[in-house]
């Protein structure tokens, strides 16, 4: 079946086109296909966005400025909706009308209820204004303040961390994440601080103006209450009452006196600006409880980041810890190793000094041959070159010797700076170790925080047996 293209102009419900075209000089005319091509069936909801001049003629597009442009149109048979899209079309009248009347008995019951609770809510709104403004007068500042007093805990632990790591020697002390994540957070926290401060400052504020509010209401009520009593007695008064009596000039107009118009508009006027001061109370309300909740989560993001950062620099410092002590470990067994090589280069040096004192001492022995028996023979000859052979081996024992033992001194000076970096990272990890557990704070209740390294001694504390334990309590 061809596929109906649709105008991409703007919409005219309750009009519903005949088929692909339209009629014009009693011909139909089908669309060009300058509508949209991307949208093939002619659907209920296609139907709903034609625009108003495809309806009207069948022709055009719509432009970007949302008119209709004319487009020529050729001769071909029409087409009709199909079957589904009838069906779809009573499908879905039937179910919006159903939706429709549930939302409208929804509506209805909500009506009703927000009648009676309106009814109930102008007959106890005055009392409910005086109670309220009272609550609010001794509730608005405290949590903006216990929030604000709660900051002092993360500044100390981040300051006293801060402290701790300066304690850090020789190349340790540089800059990490760890020291850039701690002045990030006393910055945050001295942020948190300083909006916490606004928001009591606002509070305070706003409970003088309660405060003024409430002694109005409280004032206007009292002196409704006694005209209330006047009045009151003055219905019950009679002819025959014993305390009625003549008055000089009752009719006059007491000095203050104001009209009825005057009395229904001030009365309005303490209620509508209790009412309007209790509204900026909930507004504020609601500001720090926003700003509580943000300072909140900063403080939370940005203390996950930097124990994360501590957890991270540990790991680095354990490695690198590791990878010293195992150099430290091969550098005392190359040491080990040097040192026995030189003993036995020593020895052997030792040896060929006998050997050569024995050569020339040969040498020497046969320079006292007699006469003709002095003679360079065979002998003569291989001690000699025993002689330079042992003297040229003494040698190249003696300059490996020499190396042996710079490189001796070399292996120890190196292993001197090993174990001192050694040292230096071994305290660096039980700072940060210490730091960590001093952030432990932030997490456990004070009441059940008990420190895993000893401040003063920086060592592990650990639980005594219960025999020392009793050691102890008898003592």
Known sequence: MPHTKLCKARAVPGRLPAGRGSQQNGQEQPCTGACDPEKPELSLAAVFSLCRCCLRTGLGVSDPSGFCAMATLSVKPGQRFRLPDWHTNSYLLSTNAQLQRDASHQIRQEARVLRNETNNQTIWDEHDNRT?????????????????????????????????????????????????????????????????????????????????????????????????????????????????????????????????????????????????????????????????????NELEAQRVATEFAFRKRLREMEKVYSELKWQEKNTLEEIAELQEDIRHLEEDLRRKFLSLKLSHTRLEART???????????????????VHQLEATIAALKQKLAQAQDALDAL??????????????????????????????????????????????RTTNRTLSPLKSCQLELA
């Open 132 to 296: 309220r403004l009272a609550e609010r007068i001794d509730t608005m500042k405290e949590s903006a303040e216990q929030n604000l007093q709660a900051k002092n805990l993360p500044l100390d632990v981040a300051i006293e961390c801060l402290t701790l790591r300066e304690s850090r020697r020789d190349v340790d002390v540089v800059k990490d994440p760890v020291e850039d994540e701690l002045h990030k957070e006393v910055e945050v926290i001295e942020a948190t601080k300083k909006a916490l401060q606004q928001r009591t400052s606002q509070a305070f504020e706003q409970l003088c103006l309660l405060q003024e509010v409430r002694q109005q209401l409280h004032s206007d009520h009292r002196g409704k209450m006694e005209t209330l009593e006047i009045d009151r007695g003055c219905l019950f008064l009679n002819l025959k009452s014993p305390n009625i009596s003549l008055k000089v000039d009752p009719t006059r107009v007491p000095d203050g006196s104001t009209t009825l118009q005057q009395w229904d508009s001030l009365s309005q006027f303490n209620k509508d600006r209790a009412e309007a001061e209790m509204k900026a109370a909930r507004e504020l309300r609601e500001a720090i409880a926003l700003t509580i909740a943000e300072t909140n």
């Open 368 to 386: 006292y041959r007699p006469n003709v028996e002095l003679c360079r023979d065979q002998a003569q000859y291989g001690l000699t070159d025993e």
């Open 412 to 457: 120890h000076k190196h292993l001197a700076r090993l174990q001192a970096d050694i040292a230096c990272k071994a305290n660096s990890m039980l700072l940060d170790t210490k730091c960590v557990d001093t952030r432990r704070k932030l997490t456990v209740p004070a009441e059940k925080f008990v420190p895993e390294v000893d401040t003063f001694t």
